[in-house]
């Protein structure tokens, strides 16, 4: 079936469009559109293959859902458009990365920044009903994004996984470790941050000294 994606993706990803899951999955994401609000616009569902292309790929951030509130969720994991209030995980997202490696926070939410250095920002679920967390979860998008990440382990060397949580972490178990780095700490939302499960991870600065150390370009945070 023909998937609007970036090119790249399209041609890794193309076994995926096949298999009898797929349709059916693009066919329960359209009537949702079609009969309810759900997150993200239609045209932002794949935003994170578009703005990272399958060769460029150097990190990959894995998030759960999609925000389901009005206006947030952009197709990027913990990202949000232009112009609307950061959420508490990437408002702890943010202070991280400012104690590590002294990045003001940003005033904007947008993370299309990070996805344009080769950061896939990636949700397990890349869609969701407004207001109803996880009502996208089980219907075979959590089979397509299993199949982006073994194909970037398996195919690519030197790439950074950061997993957060115990959800990301298990979403992550079949990565290759011996051509990859893998960091795992808490989820960055405040129920676990606020136990100590977040800060002081370091992943930023780590992530980049793994990148320079393997000859790659860090990414500006």
């Known amino acids: 079936m023909d998937v609007k994606i970036e090119p790249s993706w399209k041609q890794v990803l193309a076994p995926e469009f096949e298999k009898p899951y797929f349709p059916q ?67 702890n997202i943010f202070k991280e990365l400012q104690t590590d490696v002294g990045t003001q926070p940003p005033t904007s939410g947008n993370l299309e920044r990070w996805a344009r250095q080769g950061v896939l920002l990636l949700n397990a679920t890349l869609s969701v009903r407004a207001h109803q967390a996880g009502s996208h979860q089980g219907k075979g998008w959590e089979q397509f994004t299993d199949a982006v990440v073994s194909k970037l382990s398996a195919a690519r060397e030197g790439l950074v996984f950061l997993l957060w949580g115990g959800y990301a972490k298990r979403k992550g178990a079949k990565i290759d470790t011996s051509k990859h780095l893998v960091l795992t700490c808490g989820h960055p939302s405040p129920l676990s941050a606020n136990r100590g499960y977040w800060f002081g991870n370091k992943h930023f600065s780590k992530t980049n000294k793994y990148l320079e150390d393997n000859q790659k370009e860090p990414i500006n945070w």
């Open 25 to 91: 999955l693009i066919q329960f994401v359209k009537q949702e559109y079609s009969q309810n609000t759900c997150y993200p616009p239609g045209s932002q569902l794949f935003s994170a293959f578009d703005h990272a292309p399958f060769h460029d790929v150097k990190v990959v951030i894995l998030g759960q859902d999609p925000y389901h509130g009005p206006q947030q969720a952009n197709g990027l994991c913990f990202s949000v458009a232009d112009g609307i209030a950061l959420p508490p995980s990437l408002q």
